[in-house]
């Protein structure tokens, strides 16, 4: 893959291509993101998502959790009357795996 860092700029370990999550907070919304490809130092463990990934997942999870933002609202009538009956953590979270 071209771009990759393939040597750690915090320690100049050679970096190992996995796969990370990352987590998101908007609009009192988590959203954690993972199986995104990553060049992540062994040493030190700094990762280095290539900029043409990262612009794009920044970009889903935004429009995602905008969406679900919008479905909250949508049923915040109806979530109040489950919430009355059985109260939760006023969490929200999101998770989106990527898989092949
Ligand atoms: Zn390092």
Do not use: W
Request: hydrophobic share 40%; with cysteine; glycine share 8%.
């Amino acid at each position: 893959m071209k771009g990759l860092i393939t040597i750690c700029s915090e320690c100049g370990t050679r970096t190992e291509l996995q796969e990370i999550s990352i987590e998101f907070e908007r609009k009192g919304i988590r959203a954690t993101m993972s199986g995104i490809l990553a060049m992540v130092c062994p040493n030190c463990g700094e990762k280095y998502v290539p900029g043409d990934i990262a612009g794009d997942v920044i970009d889903v999870v935004s429009r995602t959790i905008d969406e679900t933002e919008g479905l909250l609202k949508r049923t915040e009538a109806h979530r109040k009357s489950l919430l009355l009956v059985r109260p939760l953590s006023a969490a929200k979270r999101l998770e989106l795996i990527l898989a092949p």
